[in-house]
Nanobody, 127 residues
Framework: QVTLVESGGGLVQAGGSLRLSCAASGRTFSSYAMGWFRQAPGTEREFVGR????????YYADSVKGRFTISRDNAKNTVYLQMTKLKPADTAVYYC????????????????????WGQGTPVTVSS
């Protein structure tokens, strides 16, 4: 059982920056690949980005590539999402998720490959 808690969401103006954090419980954080997803009102949850267990590889949705950066600090059991050049279209509730069994076979963008989810933190970008 792993508990994930997101924090850092809030209100920011378009063009601004915000850093989200996701803190995980347990002693096996470094064995999980971590993902970030987001869900805007009336839409399905969508993939934002993914970071490998060691932090050596990252992957991003086209909509955020070049603006968002995922990082992790395994010593702190924490994964981060640094968001810059924010747009109103980035407004959503942001969720982190943990994948216990990273694989090249299944798509990392699918929600069903992740085993644990946080409750989400809302981000609102004003124009």
């Amino acid at each position: 059982q792993v508990t994930l808690v997101e924090s850092g969401g809030g209100l920011v103006q378009a063009g601004g920056s915000l850093r989200l954090s996701c803190a995980a419980s347990g002693r096996t954080f470094s064995s999980y690949a971590m993902g970030w997803f987001r869900q805007a009102p009336g839409t399905e949850r969508e993939f934002v980005g993914r970071i490998s267990r060691s932090g050596g590889s990252t992957y991003y949705a086209d909509s955020v590539k070049g603006r968002f950066t995922i990082s992790r600090d395994n010593a702190k059991n924490t994964v981060y999402l640094q968001m810059t050049k924010l747009k109103p279209a980035d407004t959503a509730v942001y969720y982190c998720a943990a994948d216990r069994n990273p694989s090249d076979f299944w798509s990392y963008a699918r929600m069903d490959v992740y085993d644990y989810w946080g409750q989400g933190t809302p981000v609102t970008v004003s124009s």
